[in-house]
């Protein structure tokens, strides 16, 4: 028994010590071609005493404070390159668009998705089925007025649902999420899906559930010490395997569309795709294939649903803290389209106050605080640094959304942050919840115009009316990780007029 026992402890010591040696001669190495700045990391566990992992963002931003905007952490053994704040982060992903522009499939995500995928793919592929899905997508109408009749057809649907619940209270996720999921179902799959259909509110919970499960503390530390964590079961395959669901639901729509493809006339999405793998069947260097297919309609799938309902959901409960900024916004809708009329997207121009609080929102939800990781394509020269190839890479979109040289509120929900001195609508290049540069989200003109048209539909027929004084709303997300959950509430809407 003590020999066994002196046996293990030496074998642990020279695993040790060999991982220690290993990371020693690699930091190093990297260090002296000048790796930015950072905590010094422990053998093994990296920078496991600086870094909280059920507050990884929150961890990330304190070596801030102390490193500066551009700063090295390591996740174990890996080197992570840290970028804070408007400046650092545009030159990345705009000024070096090219040599940041890699993506690393963070461990959470690769037992489902492999590099497979628009989101998730590299190179030549990534290129290819970028190019081809923004193409499909507005084929379909995206930005165009056909989607915009869609989206308008389905707010009325939604509000049919509304008027429903009598002014009782009621939680408003499932609602949002069924609505908005169905403008991306009528671009990938063809059509839209009854509300009450079982299978729909199935997948609806499947991408609720991932999208909490992503951020919950068992994912971040997944995500930190993967080299361990893989040997062994536990929460953190969650998220795979309700991924796993939804992308055998869509494998089973694929086989569906074959059996009835019409290669003059495709339908949607995946008829298109199956269209393309037919025509690039001898190119061996193609993209296009069944698991991309699956992949990439997954990620528009996924993304085209939580992205906008979660933004709905948090605007909801802000309005409701700041019954004045509702009422406002009760305003300008009764001023510029009335009662009498859908609103469409061309009164976006004339309502200034009503953009500026959706902006606002979506940088105050912050919905995606450390983006999706990047990684450098090429041995790159940074801000007098050297990033190596292949290096992880976090852009935090939450320091732009809330750095103070670009926002004048950047810590409060504040309007006025997307205002001039004269009540006009005014841009603003650190607003970025879509990303920057060439990863930039494919959708953003989509979700622009369905958080504009839910909303002012929404709000030009009810108030939103909280169960508790507007003082005691708390706005605390759930969680926050890899995305911000928005508090769970209830609400109960009045019918503005008759």
């Known amino acids: 028994c003590m020999m066994e026992w002196t046996v293990s402890v030496t074998f642990f010591l020279v695993v040790f010590i060999s991982f220690y040696l290993l990371l020693s001669s690699k930091r190093k190495r990297l260090h002296k071609k000048k790796l930015p700045p950072g905590p010094t990391p422990l053998p093994l566990i990296g920078n496991f005493l600086q870094i909280k992992s059920s507050e990884t963002l929150k961890s990330l931003l304190k070596i801030r404070d102390k490193y500066g905007p551009v700063f090295t952490v390591y996740f174990g053994s890996r080197p992570v390159l840290v970028l804070c704040g408007h400046d650092a982060v ?3 992903l705009i000024d070096k668009a090219e040599q940041f522009s890699g993506r690393i499939t963070t461990p959470i995500f690769e037992q489902t998705f492999q590099q497979y995928g628009v989101v998730f793919a590299n190179g030549e592929r990534w290129k290819q089925l970028r190019r081809f899905s923004l193409t499909i997508l507005k084929n379909f109408g995206m930005g165009r007025k056909s989607i915009e009749e869609r989206i308008q057809e ?9 008027q429903k619940t009598k002014e009782k209270p009621f939680e408003p996720s499932s609602f949002l999420s069924r609505a908005v999921s169905n403008i991306i179902c009528s671009i990938v799959f063809g059509d839209r899906f009854d509300y009450e259909d079982k299978e729909f509110q199935s997948l609806m919970e499947m991408i609720h559930n991932a999208f909490q499960e992503m951020s919950s503390t068992w994912s971040q530390l997944y995500d930190i010490y993967v080299s361990f964590l893989k040997y062994f079961p536990g929460p953190h395959s969650r998220v795979h395997h309700i991924l796993e669901e939804l992308r055998l639901f869509i494998a089973k729509r694929v086989k569906k569309n074959q059996e009835t493809l019409d290669s003059n006339s495709p339908r949607d999405f995946i008829d298109s795709f199956l269209i393309q793998i037919e025509k690039e069947k001898g190119n061996p260097d193609s993209g296009f294939d069944i698991k991309n297919l699956e992949l990439t309609t997954l990620c528009l799938f996924f993304g085209g649903t939580e992205t906008v309902s979660s933004t709905l959901r948090y605007g909801f409960l802000l309005l409701m803290k700041y019954p004045k900024v509702q009422a406002k916004v009760h305003d300008e809708i009764d001023r510029v389209i009335g009662h009498n009329r859908i609103p469409n997207i ?4 004339q309502m200034p106050y009503t953009d500026a609080v959706i902006h606002e929102i979506q940088r105050f939800s912050d919905l995606l605080p450390m983006s999706v ?7 790159t020269e940074f801000r007098g640094y050297f990033i190596p190839k292949g290096m992880i890479v976090y852009p935090m979109l939450t320091s732009v959304l809330h750095d103070p040289t ?3 509120s950047p810590n409060v ?4 942050n997307f205002l001039d001195e004269n009540g006009r609508f005014k841009t603003n290049d650190a607003f970025v919840p879509f990303s920057s540069g060439k990863r930039i989200c ?5 979700a622009r115009m369905e958080l504009f048209i839910f909303f002012t539909t929404i709000l030009q027929s009810f108030y939103l009316k909280s169960l508790v004084p507007p003082e005691d709303i ?21 019918p503005r007029r008759a």
């Open 474 to 494: 708390d706005i605390t997300p759930q969680e926050c990780g890899f995305a911000t959950i928005a508090p769970l509430y209830q609400l109960s809407i009045i």
């Open 90 to 92: 545009k030159e990345a």
């Open 346 to 349: 061309e009164d976006r121009s």
């Open 442 to 446: 494919l959708g953003e003109s989509l």
């Open 373 to 379: 990781a990047h990684m450098v394509t090429c041995d």
């Open 154 to 162: 389905e707010a009325q649907f939604l509000l049919e649902e509304f």
């Open 406 to 408: 670009m926002f004048k």
């Open 413 to 416: 929900f504040n309007p006025e």
